[in-house]
């Protein structure tokens, strides 16, 4: 076998680095709006409309029901048409996004749901605009939630990122079973598994300490 | 100032309608602390939040300063509800803002100018005495330190109708008091009419002006709270108010005694002025035992309770109990009875 190990490392790692980086900020941003619409829609205090709240919950739920490697497939000609191709790290991108987007549209709901309701209601008896309160008082009471959800959710990622390799997608994931399943190479596998391994315990820590900075609560 | 007019407000349950307000009348004058009593789930929050509109009611008006109100929706609502403070038994602050920040929220609401924020929340801080915790957040203050910014906050925009639903209930005792002593001063230097949700009397009596006994969703008896205290005219009234005073005297001293022979007297501090036990003793060839007495302020005015027991011929005792009754606000005969 002939290939430089560092720097098959360095791609794989830039790889998952892209892919993750990539979804993530695009299912911050996304999923976190879908999972305020949806906590909005399902409270007086803002905009109740029961029949917005169930339908896009039940996309949300069928989008979080197909497992990923098969929504990896159903979504290929969406990918072909949005990236220009279905391989490769680039054509990831949109399975891993759109999976990514409703697993942090429900934790961002949950982590709006659990403020206390009382706390909305003084600030709505105040007479504050419904948006005034929204980034005034509930998305800063629900950040501790939603930082915990962006840690679970970049996790989650590089795991389903590393199942990239199905579609050649690349990263360490795809490095793993390419070369050390599948080529027996099981120096590679394991070196591979450590360095997953680290990276998520590192995401853990340093979302679980920007959690705990985060948090007035505990007066910490 | 406020009054209800046949209000009731009634949630859609599985099995028809739960009503939590039934066709309560009532009206409320300018300056009051008023007290709303009853036991849990008699429906005094979703009468008092009707008067911000948290709950719409069912049916009936409310009238606020003479405006009906029940309609106000988005910016007019907002506006309304500037004026109209609110707190809380379990304070409802924002954990992630500092107390500066709590009380400002509502200026911020207002759209009150940047400069002229910092100003009203440092009065609000200074009337509340909380001048040193501006930058601390609330899980670094004690339960009454949380309620007086809950009070500030509530008054920012200098409202003039302050409700309290159960403000003290999770407060120990002599917070509960300093708490109390605070809304009554409010009350008294900018005239704000306070409505007061509590479930002890105790609280009605010290600072209350008048009070609405409210039981399974209707307004059972109001009045002063002077009069409704020491004449509760209605049978869940007088359990209310009873359940919280203890008269219950040791059994070998009612058969000691009699049961029949002991009596329990109500009288305004002003009645003591005249010698009404002895006056009894004299002219009725009666005996008379005091067995337990006590004097409690309600808002202030002196109100002594005396149970004695009396002594002598039946036509004799009578009389006595009859001169005693007419000189004093309340007599009950048997200690049974109490
Ligand atoms: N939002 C609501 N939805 C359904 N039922 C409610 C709601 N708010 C109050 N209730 C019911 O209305 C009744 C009166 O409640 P409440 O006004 O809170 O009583 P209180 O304050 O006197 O304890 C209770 O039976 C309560 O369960
Ligand atoms: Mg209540």
Known sequence: ?220 | MIQFENISVSFPQKNGELHAVNNVTLHIGKGQIYGLVGASGAGKSTLLRTINLLEQPTSGKVFVNGEMINHLRGERLRRYRQNIGIIFQHFNLAANKTVRKNIEFPLSAANVPKGQRKKRVDELLDLVGLRDKSEEYPAKLSGGQKQRVGIARALANNANILLCDEATSALDPETTTSILKLLENINQKYGITIIMITHEIDVVKMICHEVAVMKDGSVVEHGKVIDVISKPQNEFTKKLIYNSENYELPSDIIARFGEKSIIKITYLGSDASEPILSNAIKSNHVDISILHGKIDYINHIPVGTLIVSVQGEQRDAENAIDYIRSKTLRVEVGANEF
């Open chain 1, 1 to 220: 076998m002939n290939f430089n190990l560092q720097d098959a490392l360095a791609t794989a790692l830039l790889e998952t680095l892209q892919m993750v980086a990539y979804s993530l900020i695009m299912s911050i941003l996304f999923g976190g709006i879908i999972g305020l619409l949806l906590y909005v829609t399902t409270t007086k205090l803002f905009y109740k409309n029961a029949v917005f709240s169930e339908v896009s919950g039940i996309i949300v739920n069928i989008l979080r029901s197909i497992p990923f490697i098969i929504l990896l497939v159903l979504l290929m000609p969406i990918t072909k048409a949005i990236v220009g191709t279905n391989i490769g790290p680039k054509a990831v991108v949109v399975p891993l996004t759109v999976t990514a987007i409703a697993f942090y549209a429900r934790l961002s709901q949950a982590a709006f749901a659990e403020v206390d309701n009382g706390v909305l209601e003084a600030a709505s008896a105040c007479g504050a605009h419904p948006i005034m309160i929204i980034f005034s008082i509930l998305l800063p009471e629900a950040r501790v939630g939603l930082i915990n959800g962006i840690t679970v959710t970049t996790i989650s990622l590089i795991g389903y990122s590393a199942m990239a390799g199905t579609v050649g997608g690349g990263g360490i994931g795809d490095l793993a079973v390419r070369y050390g399943y599948q080529q027996y190479e099981t120096k590679i596998m394991l070196l591979c598994v450590v360095i997953l391994v680290v990276i998520v315990q590192s995401i853990q820590l340093c979302g679980d300490y920007i959690a705990r900075k985060a948090n007035k609560r505990s007066g910490g």
